[in-house]
Every structure is written in C-alpha cells, then in structure tokens.
C-alpha cells in the first residue's frame, strides 16, 4: 500500500481549534485534512489499499500522530469541515501512550513524531517529495507499498530532512512548481494509478 | 491560459447555504471550491495565468457563471470556508444580467448556463474530461490556454455531454481511476507545468 507521511510542523495536537477558523486556530490542520481527502478518496469511493499518517507537532499535546487506514475507514467524507469534525473527535479521545489506539473506524492515534514513526517503518522503501529533487515520472521501479513523506506549507525543519535522509528516503520531485501537499498527493496517487499499482473500493 | 470549467448539476447559484453544513445546504458546492484552490492556488502563490467557471445550476437563481481569474484575484486563501464564504459574497451581491460583473477582485457573476458560456468561448481548443477517453499525457499538442470541462460528483448531463460534442470538446481522460474534479484538476495543472505552459506569480 502506498503510505503517505504528512509532517504539520505547528499543526495542533490536540481538539482545541475552532471549526469557524480552522487555518489560524488549529497550526494549519486545514492543509493535512486536505491531504486526507486526497490520499483517501476517489469518486464515490475509498482507497483501500492507501493509508495516511499525520504527524501533529502543535501545541502542549504534540507530538502525536494520527494514522488513517483506507482499508477500515468508514463513513470518511471529503469536505474539510467532516474532516475537522472526525480529527476532533479522535484528538479529543481519552488514549494516551506510543501504541496506536483505535479511535474510530480505521483512525488511531499515538504519542509521538516522526522519530517514532521511522522507528516503526525502518526498512520500508521511502520517498520523500522535495522541490527540485528527481522527478517521480522518471524513477523506474516506484514501491507501490512505499512511504511518501511530504511536508506542510511550511516544508521540513533542518531535523525533519536530516532523519529522513539518514532513513534512507529518496527525494524525488513532481514537476516545476511548489504546489501544495494535497495536490503533490494527488500527482503521486496518480502516478501510482497509472503504474497499475492501486487497489479500489466503494 | 487554461481555463477550467466545472458544472455543477445542483450546485447553489445564491448565497443561501450554510457555513456549517456545505454539503447538503449547498448543492455539493463544497466540489466547486475545491476545484478553485487546486485551479488557482499553488505554494505560496496564485496561478496568474489561470482562470476557472463554476456553472451554478441548482436553486431559483439558476443558473449563474461565477469566474475566477487568477491574473486578478486577490486574498484567495485555500480552505473551503474561507472560499465558501467569498463565494456568498459573490453570489449575494445585488447584480444580474447576462454578462459579467466583477463583484470582487477578480471575481466576476454572470446569469446563464453552459450554453450562454459555449457562445462566448467559441473558437477556443476545448477539452472534456472523461472516464475511459484518451490519455492527456498521450494529446501530442495540448492547448495551454485551452478550455478544461469537467462535471462534479454527479459527472455530466447528458444535454451537457451533447453540447459540450458539439462544442468540438476534445475527450481525455487522466488515469484509469474516476477522481474527485479537483484532482483532476490537480494532474491537468501538473502535465501542463511539465509542458511548461503556466506562469506563476505570488
């Protein structure tokens, strides 16, 4: 299964946001959300062989990762405001501790960041989409089960790019522009779809 | 420039929607504003050579064109309540008539449907994405500023599909999968930033 990583560098850990301003309220969570939609869902329908991990290093509870797998999401809709709705609801949740936990239908969440993320996928082939590195169309052989790591509007820290370039993650690009993480999802799925490598449901 | 056009079967062409439930209030216009931020937005900047139409058939208004020009637009932010709620400024200013009123910057409103908006554009290379036609990335020679067609959720009615024929719209199609609107307006926007076809300003 492709495995998309999104780091949100101030992305809030916690349910403290407000729905009516999500962007300055919640560290930008709006952007990972998006990224969700795009990850996750096709025209009426899931990719159930895709999954999403959100690293939140916002506030007094980050760092904490919240995981979506298509192959057990359910009832997942593709308006941000759902979105937000859901990721309240699992950040609100009275879990703690690294292990996931469950939350709602193939949404967990755990303590941590990306280092206990890398910890946990050591040996998982790993690309991390970066400006200006080699384009995506031109890598022969794309790991369908890989990680995808993408940063928010914000990109990298200096930390972030120094784990995964010790971790081994290629960087690769999609075309000129700087676009925005949920639309570098989009051209990666894409890509992935063209390659035969996606699997669908409704 | 390309020009996007996404119709909206059911889509609101008046302000009366809610905030808090898009979806359902709205006609599905929450599709509609997604469609302009992958249209438009990029990192950190606006597509200024990039212009977008959402054809608003739902409601006792309809139907209405809103258009968004990127060379103009100013203040596009990405997420959907914030487009949400520009567009309810858009579509409660006290305008009418057949032809374009600029009620924001860059944002214009027009009485009419797609037939009104094929007479204006006549001439121009057109493209309609569809399910099963033939590969974008296959079109030799691919118009930049040409005009993208594209339905919401609901795909095309079949009126539309005959006028948009008879328009001389050209069918592609973007992968094997079906895809939100938006995304495929993201994969459209990324094969012409590879021909190198698109000009960006912040």
Redesign the interface.
């Known amino acids: 299964m492709p495995h998309f990583v999104v780091i949100g560098q101030l992305a809030i850990a916690s349910a403290d946001f407000l729905?009516?301003d999500?962007?300055s309220s919640s560290g930008r969570l709006?952007?990972l959300l998006?990224c969700v939609?795009?990850a996750l869902?096709?025209?009426?329908?899931v990719r159930r062989d895709t999954r999403i991990d959100l690293c939140l290093n916002g506030g007094p509870r980050a760092p904490r990762i919240v995981r979506i797998d298509g192959s057990a999401a359910r009832f997942l809709?593709?308006?941000?405001?759902?979105l937000a709705v859901l990721l309240g609801k699992v950040l609100a949740a009275p879990v703690a501790g690294s292990d996931f936990v469950e939350v709602r239908p193939g949404v967990c969440v755990a303590e941590g960041g990306l280092l206990r993320l890398l910890d946990e996928l050591r040996g998982v082939p790993a690309y991390v989409l970066q400006e200006g590195a080699r384009d995506l169309r031109g890598v022969e052989v794309l790991a369908a089960e890989g990680l995808f790591f993408l940063g928010d509007?914000l990109g990298f820290t200096p930390e972030a790019e120094r784990a995964l370039a010790a971790f081994g993650a290629v960087p690769v690009s999609?075309?000129?522009?700087?676009?925005?993480a949920?639309?570098v999802i989009?051209?990666v799925?894409?890509e992935l779809?063209?390659r035969?490598a996606?699997t669908?449901s409704s």
């Open positions: 729905l009516q999500l962007p709006d952007v998006r939609r795009a869902l096709v025209s009426h329908g809709r593709p308006d941000e405001r759902s509007h999609v075309g000129p522009l700087s676009l925005h949920e639309d989009s051209v799925n894409n779809d063209r035969g996606t669908l």
